[in-house]
């Protein structure tokens, strides 16, 4: 046979877009090709399929190899084509049998001696080749971040000839349902960090409970050193483990990000927090090859950013639209990828540049235009789209000295009451509080006369944007549903207006 046609994927985003590689081989002086926007990496596995072929003891062909990797529009990149490229010259000089590879696809880059080694982004690549019916040819070193796809045919290898003797026939490539130490992925970190070490904060435990049910957007502002942090820190563990569809996506990310990936916390939430000399493109994501940025590889959890007036301005400004839409687009010239960035927000910061105001030591000394002028590094269309504001103070001394574990709500006792409200809220529209859509804000946010009253009160004395309106309503139905309720109260209304404290909060001396 001169024409083979083998399977793999490419990479595109999280996506893993079907390449067809098509081997021809034809008389003529000795010449290898490879067509269809090759990049660098491709180009070079030319030498390297040689050489695996070579020293696994085949013949390589002294003839006009052309191969063409379809479709052409797509970018190539990496050495992840490197089997099928192999696999491919095999079939067309019928050194193998060719039937199987119909219904296999398979990735891999090849070593000189013919081991297989691990590729980036292999999960997407899984799910995409179970979807498409297809087994998967894929280095053992990718086995277990692929084993997580229930219903995947995964065939794992080693090396070359393993690949080839199962498509000869001659040895079957056993792999079992699951990786053992991989059976029973964890649904929360071992020994995460744990709000029974926070003494005293009762109204930030109970701001951030209430986010973990909505899935809010929270700004605490407090003096430096207060536990602005340590409460941050803490907000994974009472997060509900990722549904298989929100793990599988987030896996994903964090698949094809090249940043270490541990399959066996699979379902736990992201936790993400850059430093305030981040980049926008450190961010959203970027490069010539688009990979995604902090807010995507916190996608379904959460994204803490400390000292936030302390972030660029035209940095924190890029994550207004993906906060609304919750995906982001990079476009360059020669692809656009977009990334689900489908995050929590949760930021800290001071309330003035010394971080003193309002502190009852008497410290501070900022006037009231350093203060506004400190507070308006964070514009006031991204404050509007923080859910919550709320002041984390100083605790007393006599506190600290008596502090004691034991007198603190545990992390586990808490998770057990955000994951029911949360339940609530799934049940009853399929979504997190934060995430509902106008109109089913009509159907499940509505208020009695006083509710409504309240609410119209505290828009006109604080000047609410329409924005403002609707969150203060969807921090309300959380509230409700944390206290069990099925209709919003007036106390919900009243304490979801009480987290706008930014919004009602004027600078003093």
Not at 309 to 318: G, H, I, N, W
Not at 352 to 358: A, S
Not at 437 to 463: S, Y
């Amino acid at each position: 046979m001169s024409l083979a046609i083998v399977y793999t994927r490419g990479r595109q985003g999280i996506a893993a877009p079907l390449v067809t590689v098509e081997v021809h081989i034809s008389n003529g002086l000795p010449n290898f090709t490879i067509v269809g926007l090759p990049e660098t990496a491709v180009k070079e596995s030319k030498d390297r399929v040689r050489g695996a072929l070579l020293n696994c003891h085949f013949e390589f062909p002294a003839q006009r190899i052309t191969v063409n990797m379809a479709p052409a529009d797509i970018p190539k990149e990496g050495g992840r084509f490197d089997l099928a490229i192999a696999l491919g010259i095999l079939a067309a000089s019928g050194q193998i049998r060719h039937e199987a590879l119909a219904m296999m696809e398979c990735v891999g880059e090849l070593s000189l001696s013919g081991e297989l080694r691990p590729i980036v982004g292999a999960l997407p690549v899984t799910v995409e080749a179970r979807n498409a019916g297809r087994s998967l040819v894929l280095p053992c070193g990718n086995a277990a971040e692929a084993s997580l796809v229930d219903g995947a045919d995964i065939l794992p290898a080693a090396h070359l000839l393993q690949v080839c003797a199962q498509l000869n026939g001659q040895e079957s490539i056993a792999f079992g349902t699951s990786v053992p130490e991989f059976e029973a992925p964890a649904t929360i970190p071992p020994d995460p960090p744990d709000f029974a070490d926070v003494q005293g904060h009762f109204q930030a435990k109970r701001a951030l409970e209430v986010a973990a049910v909505g899935r809010h957007n929270l700004l605490m502002a407090g003096p430096p050193g207060t536990g602005k942090s340590m409460l941050a820190t803490r907000l994974p563990g009472i997060l509900p483990p990722l549904s298989e569809a929100e793990a599988l996506e987030t896996a994903a990310i964090a698949s094809v990000s090249e940043l270490p990936f541990s399959p066996a916390l699979w379902r736990t939430p992201p936790f993400r927090a850059p430093h305030h000399t981040a980049s926008a493109a450190a961010l959203v994501g970027g490069g010539s090859n688009p990979r995604p940025g902090e807010i995507s590889l916190a996608h379904n959890g959460v994204l803490f950013l400390d000292e936030l007036p302390e972030f660029d301005r035209k940095v924190l400004e890029v994550l207004r639209e993906p906060m609304e839409a919750g995906t982001i687009t990079i476009s360059r010239a020669a692809r656009r990828v977009d990334f689900p960035a489908r995050f929590q927000l949760i930021a800290a910061m001071n309330p003035c540049p010394c971080g003193y105001l309002g502190d009852p030591s008497g410290r501070c000394r900022c006037t009231a235009d350093q203060v506004q002028r400190y507070r308006q590094r964070i514009s006031g269309p991204l404050l509007d789209r923080i859910d919550m504001h709320i002041e984390v103070p100083r605790i007393g001394h006599a506190m600290l000295r008596d502090a004691s574990p034991d007198r603190e709500e545990a992390s586990a006792t808490i998770r057990a009451r955000v994951a029911a409200a949360r339940q609530r809220a799934l049940d009853r529209s399929g979504v997190p509080n934060a995430a509902l859509t106008p109109q089913q804000i009509k159907r499940v946010c509505r208020l009695d006369a006083p509710g409504q009253n309240l609410l119209e009160q505290a828009i006109q004395r604080l000047g609410l944007s329409h924005r403002a309106y609707h969150r203060i309503l969807k921090v309300a139905r959380t509230i409700a549903d944390v206290a069990g309720s099925a209709d919003i109260l007036p106390p919900h209304v009243g304490e979801a207006i009480s987290y706008r404290r930014l919004d009602r909060q004027t600078p003093a001396a």
